[in-house]
C-alpha cells in the first residue's frame, strides 16, 4: 500500500517530521512519502489560506494520481481541496477533519474540538454543517498558538490541557479531538495527564485518525464515489 502525504505548505522545514508521524501511525507493509506545495502559504489558518493552497494541492493531486498512489493525505484539519480532489483522483482522499472527528462520534456524545487560533473556528463550524454533525460538537476551543508555534511542544500541552480540563468538567466534551495536524505526537500525554486527572477521556489525533482511516479504504477496495464526486466536465482552464 501507498500512501501519499500532501503537507500543504510551501517550505520544506516541517516535511520529515510529518512524513515519520504518518509513518509511525502507519502499518509495517504501508509505503509513506511526502510532498510540499510549489504555490501556497507558509501555513493554512484561515479560508484566504487555504483558498490560495488550493490550486498547489490540486497539482500534487494530480501527480499522485499519475504515480497510481493508492490513498493521499491532505495534513491539514481544514480539509483544504479534499472535496475537489476527490472528484480527480480514483483514490481515498482525507484531511484531518472528517476522520477524527468521524472516530471521536463512536466514542462519546459530545465531541470537543480544540484547534490553534480564532481565525480557523469559522472554518471548522462550517465543516461541521457540511457534515452534518454539529450538534454533536459539544464545544470548539483554541489554544492562541499559530502553527508554526507548536514546536514548544510543553507549552502546547499545557494550553491542550486546560482547554481539555475545562470543556469536560463543563460538560461540553465526552472526547477530545486535536484541531491541528501540526499537534504531533502529543494525543497520547494529553489522554494520559486526563486520566491522571480522573478523566478518562479519549483524544483522538487527526494524522493518526487519517492514516489508519485510508489504509482501511484501501484494504476494504473503496474509492470515492462517482455519483458524489463527478469528474469534472471538459473545459479550458487555467489554474
Not at 44 to 52: G, P, Q, T
Amino acid at each position: 500500500m501507498h500512501i501519499r502525504v500532501i503537507l500543504p505548505i510551501i517550505g520544506d522545514s516541517l516535511i520529515d517530521h510529518v512524513r515519520s508521524e504518518v509513518a509511525e501511525w502507519a502499518a509495517p507493509d504501508t509505503k509513506v512519502d511526502a510532498v510540499v506545495l510549489e504555490r501556497g502559504t507558509a501555513s493554512i489558518e484561515s479560508e484566504y489560506d487555504e483558498a490560495l493552497a488550493a490550486p498547489g494541492i490540486l497539482d500534487q493531486i494530480a501527480r499522485a494520481a499519475e504515480d497510481d498512489v493508492d490513498a493521499v493525505f491532505i495534513s491539514c484539519f481544514g480539509d483544504p481541496g479534499v472535496h475537489a480532489a476527490r472528484e480527480i483522483i480514483d483514490a481515498p482522499v482525507v484531511g484531518g477533519f472528517e476522520p477524527a472527528v468521524l472516530t471521536a462520534l463512536s466514542l462519546g456524545e459530545h465531541v470537543g474540538i480544540i484547534t490553534v487560533l480564532p481565525n480557523v473556528l469559522p472554518m471548522l463550524r462550517s465543516l461541521a454543517r457540511r457534515y452534518a454533525i454539529q450538534d454533536r460538537i459539544g464545544t470548539m476551543r483554541v489554544i492562541d498558538m499559530p502553527v508554526l508555534g507548536l514546536e514548544d511542544r510543553d507549552l502546547l500541552l499545557q494550553r491542550l490541557e486546560e482547554q481539555a480540563v475545562d470543556a469536560i468538567t463543563s460538560g461540553e466534551a465526552d472526547v477530545i479531538v486535536l484541531g491541528c495536524t501540526g499537534m504531533l505526537g502529543v494525543a497520547a500525554e494529553l489522554q494520559e495527564r486526563l486520566a491522571a486527572a480522573g478523566m478518562k477521556v479519549p483524544v483522538v489525533d487527526p494524522t493518526g485518525a487519517a492514516v489508519t482511516w485510508l489504509e482501511s479504504c484501501v484494504r476494504l477496495g473503496v474509492t470515492p464515489s462517482r455519483t458524489t464526486y463527478l469528474p469534472p466536465p471538459a473545459k479550458d482552464r487555467s489554474a
